[in-house]
């Protein structure tokens, strides 16, 4: 009778701790899922990732001199796919490290714009796509998908813009996660957000600011579309945001951050917002 009980209690032992091992499992599964977005400090140039600890999207690769700072945030955040990414227009501010991350990391899906440029970076870049046969897919127009619970669209432009050709071609990039929403806007200019405003419904929680800062007659009109509650400028000590953008910003009650004071994370529990410098 005795060893019936100590056996019994071994076992019970046992399952308790099987039991506190799953839901130590469970709780850091949870943990690892956080929806987060990484703004490098890039300069006058444009480079994030997004990540919900599963999938990862990256938007734009900043210029050249960005690849070590970028492959390092890899490394330290062990990720070794992107599921996709984006390259919004083909300035080397944009598209300038994309051949070494096409290069160095798995890559699922490339999405870029219309409007292809004659330039070093995006020779490089072509080169890279061939070389890992990725046939990259040209928005025009609106792509949808969904990658785990964020749905993402990305809006391409159908027209050829005379003016700013290349940053009017910018691919414009919403993204939903549970209650909260995002847009990255690329380089759009006069021209191509007017055109936006007219066909956009949505309002977004968070918006990163078209054109590294450079004030623009249509971002009065753009901001009061979207109503956000932050911003990100993408900006430099040495070609700094225009003062004309962040009295807009000010006076419309918009939160902002500059990514020439340092990286910036911004992270969403599908409800509420925070955004960390």
């Known amino acids: 009778m005795k060893r019936s009980t100590s056996l019994l209690l071994v076992f019970s032992t046992l399952l308790m701790v099987l039991s506190s091992l799953i839901m130590t499992s469970c709780s850091n599964t949870v943990e690892n899922n956080n929806f987060s977005i990484y703004f490098f400090n890039a300069g006058k140039a444009d480079s994030c990732v997004i990540s919900d600890g599963e999938h990862n999207i990256m938007i734009d690769t900043g210029e050249s001199t960005l690849t070590a700072d970028i492959l ?52 490089a870049y072509l080169n890279a796509l061939e070389k890992k046969d990725i046939t990259p897919t040209t928005v025009s127009g609106n792509y949808d998908l969904t990658l785990g619970e964020m749905t993402i669209q990305i809006n391409g432009s159908q027209t050829v813009y005379e003016k700013n050709e290349s940053n009017n071609s910018s691919l414009i990039t919403s993204l939903f996660y549970g209650d909260t929403s995002f847009i990255f806007m690329g380089d759009a200019q006069n ?82 917002i925070t955004v960390t410098q």
């Open 72 to 123: 390092s945030y890899f490394s330290q955040n062990k990720i070794t796919k992107l599921d996709c990414l984006i390259i919004t227009h083909f300035d080397k501010d944009h598209v300038g490290s994309a051949s070494a991350i096409i290069e160095n990391i798995a890559v699922d899906t490339v999405f870029q714009s219309n409007v292809p440029k004659d330039s070093e970076y995006y020779t």
């Open 191 to 272: 021209d191509r957000l007017k055109d936006f405003i007219a066909q956009n419904s949505n309002t977004y929680d968070f918006v990163k600011i078209p054109y590294h800062g450079n004030y623009q007659k249509q971002l009065d009109n753009l901001l009061k579309s979207i109503n956000p509650q932050y911003a990100v400028i993408t900006s430099s000590k040495e070609e700094p945001e225009e003062e004309s953008m962040t009295d807009l910003l000010d006076e419309m009650g918009i939160k902002y951050y500059l990514t020439r004071a340092g990286d910036i994370t911004v992270t969403s529990d599908k409800t509420n």
